[in-house]
């Protein structure tokens, strides 16, 4: 049986995980001494709460080798391939981690580590589409050569609404030199090639938003594209952004997500962009 293994710095849709058999290990979360596993015993709201009480940014760390070995036995039987897809390793060492149990448990498992050049919902379309593949008869091997080619020609653009969790937190470094300086702009960070980097300062919010529509526009002009939004606890302007882009793009289907924990303590509530996906 093909299982489909990813973490928690993927956004699934709500009925993902079920619909399409998809196991999701969770992210370590760290307040203070207090550790937690992200969707098992602290969810978004849950997560935000404490940030507000303590004025803390949580530290997140990947699962280790010894977490992934016990996640692959306890959703996998002996003789499964797990197909094992996985947020980008230049901004994580979760990928790191499941080749180190890959290689402890090859006489149980046919474990097959992706390094995804993801994030947040590009990685859930891309066990999506792993799976649609599998159940249209495709082959393991074809799996892993779609997703190889496919993976870094997903773009996730984001607009950052305040610069306090990034700067708290220190795990973007990419975006650390552009923040130290900046005051009162709306970043613009795009995830491209597995690297999460600023691209812009825009000065309004509104402008911002603008910018992340043309930004995806220039780059799949009108190529056929599934169309995600994701939000840092902003339904309200994740829905705007969708209604707009729904207007731009030439899309075969459209979704909204609230990003994960893992990300959204390291860029901060507010944060909204897009997550486009070429179709074929």
């Known amino acids: 049986m093909l299982r489909i293994v990813t973490d928690g710095a993927a956004d699934l849709l709500p009925d993902w995980s079920k619909k399409y058999n998809i196991d999701i290990i969770p992210i370590n979360i760290m307040f203070g001494e207090k550790s937690y596993l992200q969707g098992v015993d602290l969810d978004n709201e849950g997560f935000y709460s404490i940030v507000e009480e303590n004025k803390i940014i949580p530290k997140t760390s990947q699962p280790t080798p010894h977490q992934f070995i016990e996640f692959y036995r306890k959703n996998a039987s ?4 797990i197909l094992s897809i996985h947020i980008t390793a230049k901004l994580s060492g979760t990928y790191a981690s499941a080749v180190s149990a890959a290689e402890e448990l090859k006489d149980e498992f046919k474990v097959i580590p992706i390094d995804s050049a993801n994030g947040s919902l590009g990685i859930g379309m891309l066990c999506r589409e792993a799976r649609k593949l599998e159940k ?14 496919i993976k870094n020609k997903v773009r996730i653009i ?3 609404d305040t610069l306090e969790y990034a700067k708290m937190s220190g795990r973007v470094k990419t975006l650390q030199a552009a923040l130290a300086s900046l005051l009162n702009v709306k970043p613009i960070a795009i995830l491209k090639d597995g690297d999460l980097s600023m691209t812009e300062k825009v000065r309004t919010r509104r402008a911002a938003l603008e910018r992340v529509i043309e930004i995806g526009k220039e780059e799949y002009g009108n190529n056929p594209v599934y169309l995600g939004v994701v939000h840092a606890r902003d339904l309200k302007s994740g829905q705007s952004l969708l209604d707009e882009a729904k207007k731009i793009f030439n899309h075969k289907e459209t979704m909204i997500s609230e990003l994960s924990i893992s990300i959204a303590a390291n860029l901060g509530p507010g944060t909204v962009g897009l997550v486009l996906y070429p179709v074929g």
Do not use: P
């Not at 002996?78 to 391939?81: L, M």
């Not at 495709?138 to 080619?149: A, F, L």
């Open 78 to 81: 002996k003789g499964d391939t």
């Open 136 to 149: 249209a008869g495709k082959s393991v091997d074809e799996i892993v050569k779609y997703i190889e080619g």
């Open 158 to 160: 984001l607009t950052l």
